[in-house]
């Protein structure tokens, strides 16, 4: 009677379980042509690149744009040399004034240095000195008359007196010594006439010597 008992309670407890565990669900599984929803794979999450850092020390270009400043609020050094007392940027004032004050090249390399962020090539600013001196200074109208007079003098005594520095260059270098300036020249100018002559001729020569296309088609 007693194990009857005990078969019939542990029978109610099995039941009692059952009852209070779910069933477990089977997600569907989508296959060809069964119509069903497929389970969703889970999307992973893509990583966000991280965005690349400019590097700091990256070159310049030698060459920087006229009144362009650097990162300190300085201006930079400009390539372009100026052409009028107009044109002249800070810094070329700057060189400007230095030198002609009897600065030292060190000593003006170091305030250009200060003054534009870079450091300029040993013969960068004397050059550069010269040019700019060369384009802004003005001249004196009467000066002006001055320099087209002297240079004619120049010129004309240049062109009597280089036969005879020809002559003595033939003769220093084995030429007879009989011959004048006078002769020297006017051989000269037959030498360069006849040597142009022939370059001439023989240029027509081997233009009339290669047929043309029209020669061939009309041969045709």
Known sequence: MSEIVAEETISQQAEQYESATPEPVTPPINSEGDGGDAFPTPITPKTPRTPKTPKSGSKRSATNVEGENDAS?????????????????????????????????????????????????????????????????????????????????????????????????MEEDGADNSYSAATIQKQYKKLSDKATITTATAAAASSSSVPSEADGEAAN
């Open 73 to 169: 609020g300085k201006p930079k050094g400009s390539s372009k040399i100026a052409t009028s007392v107009e044109e002249l940027s800070v810094q070329d004032r700057l060189l400007l004034t230095m030198k002609d004050a009897g600065k030292s090249w060190s000593e003006i390399i170091a305030a250009w240095k200060n003054a534009t962020g870079e450091t300029p090539g040993k013969s960068t600013l004397p050059n550069r000195y010269a040019r700019l001196k060369a384009n802004i200074t003005q001249m004196k109208p009467e000066d002006q008359d001055i320099l087209l007079i002297a240079y004619r003098k120049v010129y004309e005594k240049f062109e009597r007196d280089k036969w005879e520095l020809i002559k003595r260059t």
